[in-house]
């Protein structure tokens, strides 16, 4: 019902910058809340940051606030994770979500559809 593309992934010296974006499509989309997870190697899949449909609402791991931000675009069904000051530990594939409802608190944050993702690597 819903499709999710992510774009954005590369590599870049830490200290550096970069902006994904989520484009999400579907007949039936609407309302949906987002959010970016991501997955280094050996690593286990964990919550980046989480948008809620209306926007109002923003929730971030301890890891990354006050360096990164996830947004909503109000012309397109497109949301953003910028990502500032970025440090190799940031490596990982990041993944983009949305859900019919968010879970907040909940591990997946009550996730229903997920993106393929996109990579990004950090050197030093």
């Known amino acids: 019902q819903v499709q999710l593309v992510e774009s954005g992934g590369g590599l870049v010296q830490a200290g550096g910058s970069l902006r994904l974006s989520c484009a999400a499509s579907g007949r039936t989309f609407s309302n949906y809340g987002m959010g970016w997870f991501r997955q280094a190697p050996g690593k286990e899949r964990e919550f980046v940051a989480a948008i809620s449909w209306s926007g109002l609402s923003t929730y971030y791991a301890d890891s990354v606030k006050g360096r990164f931000t996830i947004s909503r675009a109000a012309a397109k069904n497109t949301v953003y994770l910028q990502m500032n000051s970025l440090k190799p530990e940031d490596t990982a594939v990041y993944y983009c979500?949305?859900?019919?409802?968010?879970?907040?608190?909940?591990?997946?944050?009550?996730?229903?559809?997920w993106g393929k993702g996109t990579l990004v690597t950090v050197s030093s």
């Open positions: 979500a949305a859900a019919q409802t968010l879970r907040v608190g909940v591990q997946d944050y009550g996730m229903n559809y």
